[in-house]
């Protein structure tokens, strides 16, 4: 069975930068997707990749998030650059029906 395990979250000051990482124990040759949850607030859309390495953003990050893949580690990369005290949230790995445990990013203002 396929488990996803996100990592790289933390404290961080609004501008800075976080790499956050999903690591898949199956392969990843699938759509992945990265989600994110604020307090009080509904789980939110943030940016998929698709097995040819499409993506797509939502407007809220995009110019400031990128997501990418390493099919031989079979690992999920999110790059959060400019972050904003807006972006805090829990940030969740989603592959099909398949949820991470989630790893908590704060940006401090």
Known sequence: QVQLVESGGGLVQAGGSLRLSCAASGNIFSNMHWYRQAPGKQREFVASITSSSSTVYA???????????????????????????????????????????????????
Request: include cysteine.
């Open 59 to 109: 407007d809220s990050v995009k110019g400031r998030f990128t997501i990418s893949r390493d099919s031989a580690k079979n690992t999920v990369y999110l790059q959060m650059n400019s972050l904003k005290p807006e972006d805090t949230a829990v940030y969740y790995c989603k592959r099909g029906l398949l949820w991470g445990q989630g790893t908590q990013v704060t940006v401090s203002s």
